[in-house]
């Protein structure tokens, strides 16, 4: 890795003295760039950055795992309607948690800044003139810039800012053909410096996100196929078992989680064989969620869902073990 990156200063410091008169080479842009995007691949890293797209300003939190044996990144907004879009490889899932939503996309060939693709480095070598401009300061780190100049009139300027210690994109600009600025991202925090965990890319709303509604693909990914034996005999019409997660805890014990819903409506069943304090059986609201809690032998029940109290406690009451 720092081979590489050794490389790709090397490519900058020769160009240095003439980025105002000559590009670079299209063999040097690629090399600089294929950098770029191996960085944002296979570092590990988390920041703050910033997006401008006009008058409209969204902070994010980008906590990304390159280093494990397959990429992994969360990207979450941290001002507005809260968001977290979950990228494991192509994969993609985006939780919406004011709509109770999961949606997916499989195959995503693009990546989110500061990556680039192999894609986005064949149309810089082919459709752009690069040249490398001064030194400055990002995030508190240092950083050279580049300038993407099209060599046509079909497309825009863009202007990018790359780490010169990791080569990771730090900042990028696009203009228009009045030389306005259109688009801006760039990071106000950034650290290489804390162990990522796997833990650390995985949704906050992972297991709440269970009862939310979600699409086919959604459903498939976070569903399970093993069996955890439990069952509602009685549940009310239309609503079925969509979704079963089957999870071991070793001395904390066991923990089942069962979705049942209409298709609208859900209901989630979290069974734990672990021990709990202040456990306390029957029915009651919880904000807008109605909650019922009973004692299965050894198992606590849990039953909670926004929907009415009848339809909870009758799943409740119907739970067996196949």
């Known amino acids: 890795m720092f081979r590489l990156v050794l490389l790709f200063l090397a490519v900058l410091v020769v160009n240095q003295g003439a980025a105002?008169?000559?590009?670079?080479?299209?063999?040097?842009?690629?090399?600089a760039l294929e950098q770029v995007a191996h960085s944002g691949r296979n570092l590990d890293y988390q920041g703050v950055f910033v997006i401008q797209r006009g008058e409209n300003v969204e902070t994010c939190r980008i906590t990304h795992l390159g280093s494990g044996p397959v990429e992994r990144e969360k990207v979450?907004?941290?001002?507005g309607e809260p968001l977290e879009i979950v990228r494991v490889e192509s994969d993609v899932l985006v939780y919406v948690p004011k709509e109770r939503f999961v949606k997916s996309r499989t195959g995503v060939i693009?990546?989110?800044?500061?990556?680039?693709?192999g894609e986005q480095i064949a149309?810089?070598?082919?459709?752009?003139?690069?040249?490398?401009?001064?030194?400055?300061?990002?995030?508190?780190?240092?950083?050279t810039h580049l300038t993407l100049l099209p060599k046509d009139n079909h497309r825009h300027r863009h202007e990018v800012w790359i780490d010169q210690r990791t080569a990771l994109q730090l900042k990028a600009q696009m203009f228009d053909e009045r030389?306005?600025?259109?688009?801006?991202v760039m990071?106000?925090?950034?650290?290489?410096?804390?162990?990522?965990?796997?833990?650390m890319v995985e949704s906050a709303y992972a297991e709440e996100a269970l009862a939310w509604r979600m699409d086919k693909g959604a459903r498939q990914r976070l569903g399970s196929s093993a069996s955890s034996h439990w069952e509602a005999a009685a549940t009310p019409p239309g609503f079925k078992k969509v979704m079963e997660v089957s999870k071991g805890r070793g001395k904390k014990?066991?923990?089942?989680?069962?979705?049942y819903s209409d298709g609208l409506s859900a209901?989630?069943?979290?069974?734990?064989?672990?021990?709990?304090?202040?456990?306390?059986?029957g029915l009651k609201k919880e904000g807008p969620l109605n909650v019922y809690r009973r004692v299965i032998e050894d198992q606590f029940v849990t039953v909670i869902g926004d929907v009415p109290a009848d339809t909870i406690q009758l799943i409740g009451d119907s739970l067996v073990k196949k």
Request: net charge positive; aromatic share 8%; proline share 3%.
């Open 253 to 259: 014990g066991h923990r089942v989680h069962l979705v």
């Open 110 to 117: 693009e990546r989110s800044f500061p990556a680039m693709t």
């Open 187 to 199: 990071f106000t925090e950034l650290s290489f410096n804390e162990p990522i965990t796997r833990s």
């Open 267 to 281: 209901v989630s069943v979290f069974i734990e064989s672990r021990k709990k304090r202040g456990f306390e059986s």
């Open 123 to 143: 149309t810089i070598g082919e459709l752009y003139e690069v040249h490398v401009g001064g030194k400055e300061r990002i995030a508190g780190r240092f950083a």
């Open 76 to 79: 979450e907004r941290l001002d």
């Open 179 to 184: 030389g306005q600025l259109v688009e801006q």
């Open 20 to 31: 105002s008169a000559a590009p670079l080479s299209r063999a040097q842009a690629l090399a």
